[in-house]
């Protein structure tokens, strides 16, 4: 038991974190540990390896970095060239861009070098950044596998190597992409797997990547936090635009994200919002990195009090003080209303969600209550009003989707885009997906068949030059976000 008259330590002292580290922590507030923290970092300083199963906003970042940190400060400065000391992989490059500045707070003071690989911006800089070596790469998979493929990045030195939200890497169609960059770093290394939910592939990569792990649980799976208070408000989809503009005039409503399933729909959503006078941000998959984090800074520090969302942004983001989620259609995955919502209701504050909902949804609500165990109460029913006029003047849009408008796939979790059509089967040959190594370079560069923000174009997948064989990986799927 510690009290004021013995030196025991206390906090992060007593996870075994020191000097620097620990002051760099405490300055940065983290004086004490949140519970993920304190079942993770020790068995982590002890070389263990962690299987965690919590969200974002556990407190998940510090419970792999400081480990980590603690690890390499005194390795010293030397490094060999294009090599990195530490990798974490995360699913999106807003999480990525997170997890940096948590370990640059973290390490502050500390000597440590950092560096982010992700798609979307520029690969020189990144290149360059790389090149005598680094201590912690921060990487989406899509980039950094570019990168190793084309001999920019060499991972035999990685000792540490941290797999941040694999259920959401899974959905995206990284699994491969996962498998093969751990095969390529040391085989000797520590590994951490953090996951939200835990589904059978989840589990399954565990097995192979993890060596006698340490199981962490903090939150149970699928449910949602108290504090948010959910309801539903019913309307036609041709209603929802008036609703939720009537809904934004409150002015209770300090700091909301507006879900969208589709991309399409988000920039809708946000043009109409700004027709209704609303000044709202917009992110989602389609949108350039500098974009998404303009967007994400603006809502951060409160000049625009509005962001509209696919979902790529229900997890991994973590804004203080987001006072509402409005969702104006219901996620084609159940479990993403849970990631959804949980962007409110933080750090202990209340949140309110409110979902609004089609007859047509009716099927996607109940999966919702199903798997958040409760009914969702009905608080406001539009479906007796008539459906409002659209101002002639505004430019008629045709309300299509196009195939690729969706952030998920459909929930396959394979990593292909449905209706391939080869029935699992490789399209060129190869051995399967998850045991290919990486391949040579390349002849020619992967932009050619990359959108300026690194997402495919349909039809943009690469053929090995010669023998018609794919040169590494599987079809990559068209709206993977890195
Ligand atoms: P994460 O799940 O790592 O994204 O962390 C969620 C939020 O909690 C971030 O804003 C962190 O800065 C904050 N946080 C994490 N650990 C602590 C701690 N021990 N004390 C105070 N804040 C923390």
Redesign the pocket.
Known sequence: MTNENQAEPNGFAALGITGALLKAANAA??????PI?AHAIPPQLEGRDIFGIAQ???????AFALPILSKIIGLGTKRRPKTARALILAPTRELAV?IED?IKLLAKGAHISTALVLGGVSRYSQVKKIGPGVDILIATPGRLTDLVREGDLILADTKWLVLDEGDRMLDMGFINDVKRIAKATAPDRQTALFSATMPNEIAELAKGLLKDPVRIEVSPQSTTAAEIVQSVVLARTKQKRQVLSKMLADEMMRSVIVFSRTKHGADRVTKDLARDGFNAAVIHGNKSQNARQKALNDFRDGSVRILVATDIAARGI?V?GISHVVNFDLPDEAESYVHRIGRTGRNGRDGIAITLCDPSENGKLRQVERIIRMKLPVIADHLGSPDPQRDPKEKTERHFEPANDREHHGGRRDGRRPGSGNNGKKRFGGKPGGERQFAPKPQGDRPAGAKPNGERKPDGFKRFKGNNKRRFGGKRPANRAA
């Open positions: 507030g983290f004086t004490d540990p949140k923290q974002t906003g556990s407190g998940k970042t510090a997170q948590t973590d203080p």
